[in-house]
């Protein structure tokens, strides 16, 4: 099976502007989680997306927002960027939304704002 | 916030030795979880331990949950160079539902020749 996959793995904006991050799980897996990583807060939750719903939310803005499509794919939104949401944004899937399963992690998308 | 500690921030050891690396957390969890990160890259998930497990292995890993004093440790037995990497420890916890997984603030591994 092909691996969780997000685009784009680069990505640079200007404060003020939006943004839109994709992901795409694991072929069958239906629960996908959005993790900023920045080096002095380091991983934290933002959101999970499970049928095209929002379980759960991390302690992050309004202006952090997620949706999920019916082929589980997700996309997360940033508007009027911050130089603070310069991150490495990682994506993560696993089948259900059971506790005790496995997360699968993309290779991020790594965003810089100037 | 960060639920979990890890312990030691960075740690430099040769190749064939063992190393260990703790995580203490705060709150009651499901389970405890270990991943590795290779140069700000996505996360690996090492390995799994439920909260009425003590221990568990996979291959050069082994990993041990001391529920009652709230922390679990790492040791990478038989270091190569190529473990040389970010470990970080995460944990679900009980009333979180869902996959949720809250991080440690991670170990810097560097195993040298």
């Known amino acids: 099976k092909a691996g969780v996959t997000q685009t784009p793995r680069y990505l640079i904006k200007t404060r003020g502007q939006q943004v839109t991050l994709s992901c795409s799980p694991i072929?069958?897996?239906?629960?996908v989680s959005w993790y900023q990583q920045t080096p002095g807060q380091g991983l934290q939750f933002l959101f999970e997306?499970?049928?095209?719903?929002?379980?759960n939310k991390g302690n992050f803005p309004g202006r952090f927002s997620g949706r999920q499509f019916s082929n589980s794919r997700s996309e997360m939104n940033v508007s009027t960027l911050e130089l603070g949401d310069s991150a490495l944004y990682l994506c993560?899937?696993?089948?259900?939304?059971?506790?005790?399963?496995?997360?699968?992690f993309g290779p991020g998308t790594r965003l810089l704002v100037l | 916030s960060q639920q979990g500690e890890e312990d030691p921030q960075a740690l430099s050891i040769q190749e064939g030795e063992n190393a260990t690396m703790n995580c203490s957390y705060k709150?009651?969890?499901?389970?405890l979880q270990w991943y590795r990160q290779n140069s700000g890259r996505g996360l690996v998930h090492l390995i799994l331990?439920?909260?009425?497990?003590r221990e568990k292995h996979s291959g050069r890993l082994r990993v041990t949950l001391d529920t009652s004093k709230k922390s679990s440790s790492l040791l990478i037995t038989a270091s190569r160079a190529a473990d040389t990497a970010s470990y970080f420890c995460a944990t679900e916890i009980l009333t979180g539902g869902g996959n949720k997984l809250t991080f440690g603030t991670g170990t810097q591994l560097k195993v040298e020749l």
């Open positions: 709150t009651s969890i499901n389970n």
């Open positions: 997306y499970f049928s095209e719903t929002q379980r």
């Open positions: 993560a899937s696993s089948p259900s939304r059971n506790h005790q399963e496995t997360q699968y």
């Open positions: 072929s069958g897996h239906r629960s």
């Open positions: 331990i439920r909260s009425n497990e």
